[in-house]
């Protein structure tokens, strides 16, 4: 699998922004170790989305790249398919609920996909979704369970690597666990001794209890802030994780937010709340890390700042 | 003078961050020039201002050292000369106006720095300064009318140019002129063809006016969000300004709140109002950057988040 993560790397070298890794005094001076992150905040459509999607589709056979691809999210990976079929010629299209943001419609359609609206039901999007494969012969771009998308997702943490050298630990957030699979096959690849740590919303904590009980519970309901972390794990992210993860950490959505206000107030970075949750976990999670190299993916910035800017704008005076 | 700047980034070589330099894709679509971000909001103490502090401090004698420094800010230049002052153990004093954020006299404070605080009426500051330095001999680090605060300064220039080569145009902010001034004398240095373009809020627009006129006319009373950029130039900045720099663009308070949130939303960096000013000018003032060059000094980051804050954890649920 590791070999599969080099070849999407070479399929990404020229496509996917090489995000920076940035480090703070700070964060080492309070956590005893040395802490890297690699910031994919940064990465095009403003998440790692973009690896995943663009790797699986840059694969498909030609007949399948003709038809198109269709996937259901309203969140990064909608942009991140959108974005890539656009780059790639091939016709996306992106089912979401009838109530989703005008902010998240705007910028999918911005890169050019089609958008199909459906109900705002739970079991609404998977329905359109499937009426539109058997009708036009979509490939589904799934956000999470599919290797292809999978080893995209590594390709950062590879990155990562390739840039600071062998870590002694890594940390990702989990939601469907795409991209700490991903994670995991690069780091066990590239430093095999490396510990692999999750880190999920307590909130939003079927990994955890996945992991704990060994079958997959699902999520009912979760309310978090992290909300690119709400879906649970599938079935192919599970195994891979079984293998190769050391273990899951759950976080609060108060530790989220602390972490969050550290990343914007002192690291000057904009992420989004999915983003600080392997930070919340360093932080509040009871890891040793004390003279210890540890990496951290930072997943992403796609965060509305809609009401920030409506402060700002009442303080000027023009 | 640019043997100055060179001397200068020795000095602040494994002292000061090597900040990052970013770039877009969409900006560079959006202006048809390659524009390159010299990010000082990731500076130590979040803006460009700890070079010119550190520079200056570092090359007092001995004797200046062991009495102290002292200056009058209540922005990022008494957080500058506080930790530059701590990192060369000398003793640092800030007088800061008695109504001053607590967030400011807590971050100032935190680097190791002796607050003495004054009244509210603009002369106050200068006078309790000078009455400090009569009774206790400190040396007078000035925020930005002192060849080393400019010099030092101007290595932000000198890292951009260094890293990516040559340039046909660089923008800074205007506020006292350390920033633009240093900036000019590097970019002289290095590629001398370039021209030197300061932006300034319209709002307080000081600088245009004195260029303009060939002569300092202060602003009274500025009222501009770019807080950073409401003094007026010294008589030294003026002189260099005078010599280097082609032009001075102003810029309304709804163009640096717009360039802002490009920055934030689309970057994904967290900078002060002060230092979207010459992303403004570039994306709103006469420039011509097609398939141009183009470098830019964001000049810092430290904002007040703390209504933003408060508005996300309205939305948790523990």
């Known amino acids: 699998m590791f070999d599969e993560v080099e070849a999407a790397r070479e399929r990404l070298r020229l496509i996917a922004n090489r995000t920076p890794v940035m480090t703070s005094r700070n964060l080492n001076a309070i956590?005893?170790?040395q802490i890297f992150l690699k910031c994919e905040n940064f990465q095009r459509i403003g998440a790692?989305?973009?690896?995943?999607?663009?790797?699986?589709?840059?694969?498909?056979?030609?007949?399948?790249?003709r038809k198109g691809v269709i996937t259901h999210s309203s969140g990064n990976h909608a942009q991140a398919v959108a974005l890539a079929a656009n780059l790639l010629d091939v016709n996306a299209v992106i089912v979401m609920p009838e109530n989703s943001s005008h902010v998240k419609i705007a910028a999918t359609r911005g890169y050019g996909?089609?958008?199909?609206?459906?109900?705002?039901?739970?079991?609404?999007?998977?329905?359109?979704?499937?009426?539109?494969?058997?009708?036009?012969?979509y490939t589904l771009i799934h956000p999470y369970n599919d290797l292809n998308v999978i080893y995209g997702a590594g390709t950062a943490a590879y990155e990562l690597i390739e840039e600071v050298g062998s870590l002694?630990?890594?940390?990702?957030?989990?939601?469907?666990?795409?991209?700490?699979?991903?994670?995991?096959?690069?780091?066990?690849?590239?430093?095999?001794?490396?510990?692999?740590?999750?880190?999920?919303?307590?909130n939003a904590d079927d990994a955890y209890r996945s992991f704990k009980t060994g079958k997959i519970v699902p999520s009912v309901n979760p309310n978090t802030i992290a909300d690119g972390?709400?879906?649970?794990?599938?079935?192919?992210?599970?195994?891979?994780?079984?293998?190769?993860?050391?273990?899951?950490?759950?976080v609060t959505e108060k530790q989220i937010l602390k972490a969050m206000k550290f990343l914007?107030?002192?690291?000057?970075?904009?992420?989004?709340?999915?983003?600080?949750?392997?930070?919340?976990?360093?932080?509040?999670?009871?890891?040793?890390?004390?003279?210890?190299?540890?990496g951290m993916i930072i997943s992403g910035g796609n965060i509305d700042l809609t009401a920030f800017f409506k402060l700002l704008r009442q303080q000027i005076q023009s």
């Open 31 to 33: 956590t005893g170790g």
């Open 264 to 294: 914007w107030e002192r690291m000057k970075l904009v992420v989004e709340p999915s983003g600080a949750v392997p930070l919340a976990g360093l932080r509040f999670g009871d890891l040793k890390v004390k003279n210890k190299r540890v």
């Open 229 to 250: 972390l709400r879906t649970s794990l599938g079935n192919i992210t599970f195994k891979i994780i079984q293998e190769n993860v050391a273990d899951i950490l759950t």
């Open 48 to 65: 790692f989305k973009f690896r995943g999607a663009y790797n699986a589709i840059s694969q498909l056979p030609l007949e399948e790249k």
């Open 113 to 137: 996909a089609k958008i199909v609206f459906c109900g705002i039901k739970p079991t609404d999007r998977a329905e359109k979704t499937a009426e539109l494969i058997k009708q036009h012969e």
């Open 168 to 202: 002694d630990m890594v940390l990702a957030p989990v939601g469907g666990g795409g991209l700490i699979s991903g994670t995991s096959i690069a780091v066990k690849g590239l430093c095999s001794e490396a510990k692999v740590i999750g880190v999920e919303p307590k």
